[in-house]
């Protein structure tokens, strides 16, 4: 059934240029000026006569519009010659060919974002793929694109240096005949990817990867000798492991055999779970001694070496068997630390202080949680006045200015800072 122009109340069978036109039409999306703002297509005596009303931009979003098909393919290359980002996420595109007579007819076109259209529905056949051949960017997250289409886009896309395959619902990693040279981000979170020996085939691949994003897979170990790892992998510079399933520190250790490796990522792991925040940054970072930025954080040098000590500290009292390999790196760098004195830090609750009536001195324990009231009634007993007649002055032994009264009844004791060995005065009130 055909769509008539502009019925923006039907969400289902809407071509791509069905709805470029009525997002980019003067009344949606007026013209904006400056250099690389926008685009106006002046008409001509043969173009469509929509053109003198489209003010395109470079990059286009058309996502959500229930866009099912293309369109005009020579309207599409009148209106998106400079176009070179293109989001239509979240579609009803299903059919490949659809989505290739778009893309063949935006030559500029360097990011593509198709997350989310059903496109599993259909086979991508290779002349299809073709027409992506200058995508570097390239988006299938929720698309549940097969293993065999992912194939068949890397080797059509000679230029493709970023791939989002996140929510496919993977199990599974199905390796190319050929390798993807030019790939340098693999974006592939939230999937089932539970074996190592699946991981393992991603950098056979993609031996260039310079930054893998596994992110929510459950990868329970890492099972890979060095040298093989550093062969897997050997451009690997940041590698995000968040809420991974791993639950030994030999599996952390692994990582120093990618040879390029500076950025880890590993928040939410079971390995974690029983330290502190603090263990657990210093222990990454000291078991890690070429990252230079752990979840997002740069790793300073104070903070390393401060790191690489407490590690030593850490593991001291722990039986010969039990010390991993770092450690012993580490004493050889250090030395043998003695452990940190404990330091109590928490404010001092009483002090001994002299008392200073008349001709009569007497030393007394006060607790500096109280008020000035509460130790007048305190020390009513002691020097025999009311509380009302009570005059106090307490002197700091270091004090250069002499006694200081103590006239605020509310005032805590502890604000005066009041330490063992001084004195507080005590004298009638004159009437």
Known sequence: MEVQEGSMDQPSGRSFMQVLCEKYSPEN?????????GVHVPATPQGS???????????????????????????????CAHVSELDLSDNKLEDWHEVSKIVSNVPHLEFLNLSSNPLSLSVLERRCAGSFAGVRKLVLNNSKASWE?????????????????????????????????????????????????????????????DTLILANNNLTTIEESEDSLARLFPNLRSINLHKSGLHCWEDIDKLNSFPKLEEVKLLGIPLLQSYTTEERRKLLIARLPSIVKLNGSIVADGEREDSERFFIRYYM????????????QLVTKYGKLEPLAVVDL??????????????????????LD?????LKKHLKTVVQLSTSNMLLFYLDQEAP?????MKYSSRALHSYGIRDGDKIYVEPRMK
């Open 29 to 37: 999306f007026p013209y904006r000026r400056g250099p690389g703002m």
């Open 49 to 79: 006569p929509m053109k003198d009303r489209l003010n395109l931009p470079s990059v286009l979003v058309l996502n959500s519009c229930g866009i099912t098909c293309a369109g005009d393919e020579n309207e599409i290359a009148a209106f």
């Open 149 to 209: 289409t992912v194939h068949t886009i890397l080797q059509e896309l000679p230029d493709l240096e970023e791939l989002f395959l996140c929510l496919n619902d993977y199990e599974t990693v199905s390796c190319s005949p050929v390798c993807c040279q030019s790939l340098k981000l693999l974006h592939i979170t939230d999937n089932n990817l539970q074996d190592w020996t699946e991981i393992r085939k991603l950098g056979i691949m993609f031996p260039s990867l």
């Open 317 to 328: 009292e722990f039986p010969e068997e039990e010390v991993p390999f770092r450690y012993h």
């Open 346 to 367: 928490r404010p001092q609750s009483s002090v001994k202080v002299e008392v200073h009536f008349q001709d009569k001195v007497e030393e007394m324990s006060i607790r």
């Open 370 to 374: 109280q008020t000035v009231a509460e």
């Open 401 to 405: 200015f002499g006694p200081e009264e």
